[in-house]
């Protein structure tokens, strides 16, 4: 619910303006209920990630509904994966805007890629609304054998 904010301590203490006040958000409560909650996206920015690991590769999946691909940009530098995500919203070339329900959008995701991460093989995909990033592992380290020299004196 929103209500108007009021400091206390800077107005005088009176049942006059304790009823006012009082009276004032009465009138108006019912004007702002469940207001403020109608415009929140889900988890503050709308973006749900989810993160994924398999013997072969990490995989982020991020839902971004309405989306194109140049609302985004991926890129990898000194190990970091930054995922970048901008919306932004217009009226169409000669009218205004009335009413927008879907905010302008500004979300930002940085990963630090282990030693196990390829950062050379690194995928990006986007159908239907959802992202999915797959970094893929390099190879665990093969042993090696190390044959024994036998030195006769």
């Given amino acids: ?4 904010y009021r ?9 006059f303006m304790d009823e006012a006040f009082k009276t004032f958000d009465q009138f108006f409560q019912p004007v702002f209920r ?10 503050g920015h709308g973006i749900q990630l989810t993160e994924d690991e398999s013997e ?7 839902q971004v509904p ?3 691909a140049e609302d985004l ?12 995500i901008k919306r932004e919203t217009s009226a ?6 009335l009413l927008r329900e879907r905010a302008e959008l500004s979300f930002q995701r940085n990963y630090r890629l282990g ?10 995909s986007l159908q239907e609304g959802v992202l999915k990033l797959t970094i893929a592992k390099k190879a665990p380290p093969k042993p090696q054998q190390i044959t024994v020299k036998v030195i006769s004196e």
Avoid at 56 to 62: G, H, N
Avoid at 73 to 84: A, F, Q, R, Y
């Fill in 34 to 43: 469940n207001w403020e909650d109608s415009f929140q996206p889900p988890f």
């Fill in 56 to 62: 072969a590769a990490y995989l982020i999946t991020a």
């Fill in 73 to 84: 940009k991926v890129e990898v530098k000194e190990g970091i994966l930054s995922l970048e």
């Fill in 115 to 124: 030693e196990d991460a390829d950062k050379e093989q690194i995928s990006a």
């Fill in 7 to 15: 400091a206390t301590h800077l107005r005088p203490s009176s049942a």
């Fill in 66 to 68: 309405g989306l194109k």
């Fill in 92 to 97: 169409p070339e000669g009218f205004q805007p």
């Fill in 1 to 4: 619910m929103l209500l108007p």
